[in-house]
């Protein structure tokens, strides 16, 4: 899960939950990000078991807004219609200022390919789905 801050019109990534533990590890630490940056709005993802996470996660969170989104395009589509976006718009912290779990998170987006065949790909999949958030919430700015 990618937090994003939306400073003029650009989308500053401040935090990151990048994990491989289960859902009774990494909704603690989502609650946590949320609550951390002061959260008013999240999308989740309601594929599958995301949409138990999000109930779970907004009674964790009752101060912020959880929204369960279902997604029908192809997930590779996706990434790749929005990568330009992403280019553009997204922002990164300084090297010095970046978490382990944050690095991870930049490292998987490196590795991701045009051609689809990178083996992970949660990192850009995260990211996808916050910059079509963010574009939704704030279509007057992008």
């Known amino acids: 899960m990618w937090v994003g801050r939306n400073i003029k019109s650009s989308i500053h990534l401040v935090d990151v939950v990048f994990s491989q533990e289960n859902t009774d590890v990494t909704l603690a630490q989502c609650a946590a990000l949320l609550k951390l940056h002061n959260v008013s709005y999240c999308r989740v993802e309601s594929?599958?078991?995301g949409a138990m996470f999000s109930r779970n996660l907004q009674n964790l969170v009752p101060q912020c807004q959880i929204l369960?989104?279902?997604?029908?395009?192809?997930?590779?589509?996706r990434i790749l219609m929005d990568s330009v976006f992403i280019n553009e718009y997204c922002y990164v912290k300084e090297e010095s200022e970046r978490e382990p779990m944050y690095e991870g998170a930049l490292n998987q987006l490196g590795i991701y390919t045009k051609d689809g065949k990178a083996k992970h790909d949660d990192?850009?999949?995260?990211?996808?789905?916050?910059?079509?958030?963010?574009?939704?919430?704030?279509?007057n700015y992008y």
Request: hydrophobic residues 45%; proline residues 3%; without cysteine.
């Open 123 to 139: 990192s850009p999949d995260a990211l996808q789905g916050l910059v079509q958030f963010v574009r939704t919430m704030l279509s």
């Open 47 to 49: 594929n599958s078991m």
């Open 68 to 77: 369960q989104a279902v997604a029908t395009a192809n997930k590779h589509t």
